[in-house]
């Protein structure tokens, strides 16, 4: 037997008296498996983790826009000073190779005259650093030829603050410095990073507040699910997810779940019909088998009466045998194991093998057994398994014609399919009787009387299905009334 | 939990401010000239060359602009003449 596809997980190890602490750790480590804290359980869930890659999305986007925004103000007002700073920083140095040293100097008198917001920063030196002009008092601290632009600390009147400051070196070697000072705009910085900030906070607070419900409202969708399958889990297999009506995921996944435990419950109802099946069919031939023996014993004086009772036990026997052998092929078969020893075959000489078998049974029972097929019926398929299903076919339908009736053994080609028909003028099946006589042991009231296992049909059924075929029933060609006679088909397709 | 989402921008806030460079640990890098009264004699004359310079409201922004540096308030006694002056010139 095939080890299970699920191997159970082993199980804990009974307590041993010889060691007392490994009991306490072991329930504790149980313990905490079962029941995690609240915080375990919500990083967990799965609801958490998709609502916490939602709300990263959201931050991202969120980060995005305030670097656009960032960018569009601050950035922006930066950018306009430094504009502005070199503006006039040219615009000096223009005016110094025009005019010279003095005419700079009037000129940064006048801007300082006019800066009523006491902003500009001005300073021209001499090529010997001597101050010529303006409000700075000297080049700023950590002064570099080759730098042009600085940003620093500034004192204005004792009042600290912040400047950004614009260097450029005259031809002569002197050095014209044109700033501002930019403490306001640094407030207006702080305000945006105060706003900012905030912003990301609630944003982050929504962020948090949104997963919890996510999670929750997606707990709230699965809890049927889970609650059905905890049920089930425990042995009953009658629940179903209770479907709410929308059209949704979780809609879908109860409907796939309640079509999975119909069909799960079919087939344990199908295995529960098998061995109830077994246990009723076999009984009947091993009490047979039984009872001849105990006669035997009784005649056992009798040396040709003890041989015949021997000789009917073994055929009792061979006949369970032959029933266990049955049941075992079509497990084989619906399992799709032979599907490997599949090969071009024609069925023509399958027909006429299985004609020619019943064809003389036929004959002994006065019956006539008609056939019909084409030259050659090319297919795909298991040659040993086809001739069984049609000598299947053909044994009941000679065992159900009455004698003097006919059979007929008929096959077509078709564009894609062979079509096999077996009729005969047997009692018929009911429309009850048809749907359930692929299952096995399944024999029909009206053919009680009649030997057999109640087998056959089904392997013809497992061997068509294993075929990719179709199998149905029609009417025979009876010609009286109590017996309409039945017509098995089949069809195989040809690819 | 409000208490506990307030901390966070205050947070953030902390960390910018604590970012930027210190005013007060270290010597500002650039300083500019003291403004006196000597500056506010300058602007006043400055003023007074100017034609618009003695009319209104110029001449009254002016000499409130003196006033306040000789009684000590020099930073807005020049704001007041930097004020006249753009007035003068019709900015």
């Keep these: 037997m095939s080890p299970p596809p699920h191997p159970r997980p082993d199980l804990a190890p009974h307590p041993r008296p010889d060691m007392p602490h490994a009991v306490p750790l072991a329930a504790a480590t149980r313990r905490r498996g079962q029941h995690p804290g609240p915080l375990w359980q919500l990083l967990s869930s799965a609801g958490f983790r998709f609502a916490l890659l939602f709300a990263a999305l959201f931050l991202l986007a969120g980060l995005a826009f305030t670097g656009v925004l960032w960018w569009g103000t601050a950035g922006a007002l930066d950018r306009q000073i430094d504009a502005a700073i070199r503006a006039d920083a040219m615009a000096l140095a223009e005016r110094w190779r025009d005019a010279g040293d003095q005419a700079v100097a009037d000129a940064i008198g006048e801007r300082l005259a006019l800066d009523a917001e006491n902003q500009t920063l001005y300073l021209l030196s001499a090529p010997s650093g001597q101050r010529l002009a303006g409000n700075l008092e000297a080049l700023p601290q950590g002064f570099a030829p080759d730098v042009q632009w600085y940003g620093m600390s500034l004192e204005r009147d004792g009042i600290p603050g912040e400047a950004r400051l614009f260097v450029l070196p005259l031809p002569d070697g002197s050095r014209l410095a044109v700033g501002r000072d930019v403490e306001e705009k640094l407030r207006l910085r702080a305000l945006l990073t105060e706003g900012l900030a905030w912003s990301a906070g609630v944003a982050l607070l929504f962020a948090f507040a949104g997963a919890a419900l996510l999670r929750r409202a997606l707990e709230r969708r699965l809890a049927p699910v889970t609650a059905t399958a905890a049920l089930i889990a425990g042995g009953d297999l009658s629940p179903r997810v209770p479907l709410s009506g929308r059209e949704d995921e979780f809609e879908a996944l109860g409907h796939s779940m309640n079509t999975m435990l119909d069909r799960i419950a079919h087939l344990m109802e199908g295995v529960r019909g098998v061995s109830d099946a077994i246990a009723h069919d076999l009984r009947t031939p091993i009490a047979r088998a039984r009872n001849r023996l105990e006669e035997a014993l009784a005649n056992a004086d009798d040396p040709a009466a003890l041989h015949s009772a021997l000789e009917r036990g073994i055929a009792d026997l061979d006949n369970v045998t032959r029933v266990f052998q049955a049941v075992l092929r079509i497990a084989e078969v619906e399992a799709g194991a032979r599907r490997a020893a599949f090969a071009p075959v024609d069925l023509v000489p399958l027909l006429e093998d299985a004609a020619e078998l019943y064809g003389a049974t036929a004959e002994e029972n006065g019956q006539t057994l008609r056939t019909e097929w084409p030259a050659a019926l090319p297919l795909t398929g298991d040659r040993d398994l086809l001739l069984q299903a049609l000598a299947n076919l053909l044994d009941n339908a000679v065992k159900f014609t009455p004698d003097g009736g006919s059979i007929l053994l008929k096959a077509e080609l078709l564009e894609d399919a062979i079509v096999v028909r077996v009729s005969d003028q047997g009692p018929g099946l009911s429309l009850e009787d048809r749907e359930r006589v692929g299952e096995r042991f399944f024999r029909a009231d009206s053919s009680r009387n009649t030997p057999g296992s109640g087998l056959g049909l089904s392997l013809v059924r497992a061997v068509v299905q294993l075929h990719g075929g179709t199998l149905w029933f029609d009417e025979g060609h009876g010609e009286s009334l109590d017996k309409p006679g039945l017509a098995v088909c089949f069809r195989l397709p040809l690819a | ?91």
């Excluded at chain 2, 004699?41 to 000499?63: D, I, K, S, W």
């Design chain 2, 1 to 91: 939990m409000l208490h506990d989402a307030g901390m966070l921008p205050r947070l953030l806030l902390a960390l910018s401010v604590m970012s930027a460079p210190s005013r007060v640990a270290f010597p500002a890098e650039l300083r500019t000239l003291p403004q006196d009264l000597h500056y506010c004699q300058e602007l006043v004359a400055r003023l007074a060359t100017l034609p618009a310079g003695v009319q209104q409201p110029a001449r009254g922004l002016g000499e409130e602009g003196e006033l306040l540096c000789r009684t000590g308030h020099i930073r807005t006694g020049i704001a007041r003449l930097r004020r006249a002056l753009r007035v003068a010139q019709g900015r």
